[in-house]
């Protein structure tokens, strides 16, 4: 994150907030990851399974299962943009805790 710094163009850099920053994508890319997970889980119990049946009444089927990951990757998707956006007011300054 120390080449980001350099890069930013703001008065200066805030490094607690910088690594607040760094956290946070980190945070974001983990969530990716376990979305992709999440996908190949559903592409599996499609595959293994037949059609029409659940292995227990409470199993999502397969299709329930690609439809939330992908609608929780479109959301991170809108997260990574907004948190590119504002990445340099971001490194610049406190973050507020609520």
Excluded: C, D
Excluded at 12 to 30: I, K, S
Excluded at 32 to 48: Q, S
Excluded at 77 to 85: G, L, V
């Amino acid at each position: 994150m120390a080449s980001l710094a350099s890069k930013v163009n703001v008065k200066p850099v805030n490094r607690r907030a910088l690594r607040r920053y760094g956290e946070f994508w980190r945070a974001l890319q983990m969530v990716g990851a376990a979305l992709a997970e999440a996908e190949k889980t559903a592409a599996k119990a499609e595959a293994g399974g037949r059609k029409g049946q659940r292995v227990h009444w409470s199993a999502p089927t397969p299709e329930e299962m690609k439809a939330a990951a992908k609608k929780a990757g479109r959301s991170l998707e809108i997260m990574e943009k907004s948190a590119k956006r504002w990445e340099a007011e971001l490194v610049s300054r406190e973050w507020r805790r609520h």
